[in-house]
């Protein structure tokens, strides 16, 4: 059977898995629109409103509404609501999308410290420089709450991994000692917001970031596809603690449509894997037979080690070939 045919909604990750900097990754819109199951996308990225991301969706060729679209800023607000009341104010570093947010919810929006928020919300935005992050961190030694959309240290681009949100509030952070609470992935929140607003009780979560995507997924309970096609790549895998250990693995989101079994890790095409000391030993493996299919045989076995491999070491021509773009 199908994987996506086992679940009633795919929750989407967005940079890395369905496109880079707005571009359409390989095969994802062709394999998204053959999906008859409801699909929300569920994005860390602050910069852009729902709508926003919405349109962008839309202008690749997917089919998508403002309601399909859940990100962490929307998240962060929703985390901010406990410790505000209407009419107070709020220092938000991010996108215009989340300073609508904030004054649409009934609060204050505010650039100045002297202003007195109770709250600090960090979103990301390319914009955002030494005067907005010396304000929040002025806000904050004030005794405001801090907190953040999401923690990513990156952002995939089709140029490559650009700063994230995460790399922004280090340096906030490092000038107030202050960790902010965060909204979005890593956080289960967002994937369980989203099973609620269609009413999903088989969701599938899909993603290319261990320490986000997949993170999140499990700390939701919900089985999660880990694509090869942004950040975290074999060895990521390879020395995954079980908090970031993803249910499927694939190369890309054709997999959507592959056999479910297929894409868990277990000993395929043809190859065998044990372990030797501290290593890992692959051999065999049928000609023709794909990296995908030697990283789901070694994931097997590295997953029942206490310790991640030192190495892995092919052992035949076929594992040669097959590991040799890995590292």
Same mark, same amino acid.
């Given at each position: ?10 929750f989407?990750?967005?940079d ?11 095969h ?27 349109v ?5 060729g ?26 107070d104010?709020?220092?938000v ?5 989340f ?9 204050h ?7 007195e928020p ?42 490559g ?17 202050? *960790?902010?609470?965060? &909204?979005?992935?890593? @956080?289960?929140?967002?994937? =369980?917001?989203?099973? #609620? %607003?269609v009413? +999903? ?19 939701a309970g ?5 694509v090869?096609?942004g950040?975290s790549?074999?060895?990521a895998l ?36 044990r ?5 890992i ?13 030697a990283?789901?045989? *070694?994931?097997?076995v &590295?997953?029942?080690? @206490?310790?991640?491999?030192? =190495?892995?070491?092919? #052992? %035949?021509?076929? +594992? ?8």
């Amino acid at each position: 059977m199908a994987l996506v045919d086992n679940h009633d909604a795919i929750f989407l990750d967005l940079d890395g898995t369905v496109w880079e900097g707005g571009n359409a990754l390989p095969h994802a819109v062709e394999a998204i629109n053959a999906v008859s199951a409801p699909a929300l996308y569920i994005t860390n990225n602050a910069s852009r409103s729902a709508e926003q991301v919405a349109v962008m969706l839309r202008e690749i060729g997917l089919r998508a509404e403002s309601a399909d679209v859940l990100t962490s800023a929307q998240a962060a607000l929703q985390l901010a609501a406990s410790h505000l009341d209407p009419g107070d104010s709020v220092l938000v570093l991010g996108a215009e999308s989340f300073r609508d947010l904030v004054v649409a919810a009934g609060y204050h929006a505010v650039d100045s410290a002297d202003e007195e928020p109770k709250v600090v919300l960090q979103g990301h935005n390319p914009d955002t420089g030494w005067r907005q992050l010396s304000e929040a961190a002025l806000a904050i030694r004030n005794g405001a709450t801090y907190l953040a959309s999401n923690l990513d240290t990156s952002l995939p681009s089709e140029r490559g991994l650009m700063v994230g949100n995460g790399s922004m509030v280090a340096a906030v952070t490092s000038a107030t000692g202050v *960790v902010p609470q965060a &909204a979005g992935k890593p @956080e289960p929140a967002m994937f =369980l917001q989203a099973a #609620n %607003s269609v009413g +999903a009780t088989r969701p599938l979560a899909v993603g290319d970031r261990l320490d986000t995507d997949i993170a999140g997924a499990v700390a939701a309970g919900i089985p999660v596809l880990h694509v090869a096609t942004g950040v975290s790549g074999p060895i990521a895998l390879l020395e995954a603690p079980k908090e970031l250990r993803p249910t499927y693995v694939a190369e890309d989101l054709r997999s959507l449509h592959a056999e479910a079994e297929d894409l868990r890790p277990g000993r395929q095409g043809g190859f065998s894997a044990r372990v030797d000391g501290n290593d890992i030993i692959l051999s065999h493996g049928k000609e023709g037979a794909t990296g995908m299919q030697a990283l789901r045989t *070694v994931l097997e076995v &590295a997953w029942l080690m @206490e310790t991640p491999p030192e =190495l892995v070491r092919p #052992n %035949s021509e076929a +594992a040669e070939a097959a590991t040799a773009n890995w590292w």
